[in-house]
């Protein structure tokens, strides 16, 4: 199982960004998947997840309105649409996999993890 992040960058407060998962292998359709994030000096913390068929999905309280987690397994990519960005969602955003992400929300659900993409939000 792969799953690549992508679409980070330096945003203004206020602004909006969409990151993609681009995920592969066997199994991976029938996994949740899920993005957390760690910014400097700090802990890797959850974010949202989404179920294998897209119709459950489960925010952190710091992004819920101003996140939107959704699939497209015909595509093999989730995307996490990101609104009114404030400073302190900069941070590194990882997509990962796991049975247990929708039930869970914690790192040690995760089965596999993809590398991370960075994004900045300035003041």
């Known amino acids: 199982v792969q799953l690549q992040a992508s679409g980070g960058g330096l945003v203004q407060v206020g602004d909006s960004l969409r990151l993609s998962c681009e995920y592969s292998g066997r199994t991976i359709s029938r996994e949740d998947i899920g993005w957390f994030r760690q910014a400097p000096g700090k802990e890797r913390d959850f974010v949202t997840t989404?179920?294998?068929?897209?119709?459950?999905?489960y925010y952190a309280d710091s992004v819920k309105g101003r996140f939107t987690v959704s699939r497209d397994n015909a595509k093999n990519t989730v995307y996490l649409q990101m609104n009114n960005l404030k400073p302190q969602d900069t941070a590194v955003y990882f997509c990962?996999?796991?049975?247990?992400?929708?039930?869970?929300?914690?790192?040690?659900?995760?089965?596999?993890w993809g590398k991370g993409t960075l994004v900045t939000v300035s003041s």
């Open positions: 989404i179920s294998w068929s897209g119709g459950t999905t």
């Open positions: 990962a996999a796991g049975s247990r992400l929708l039930l869970l929300h914690v790192p040690d659900a995760v089965d596999y």
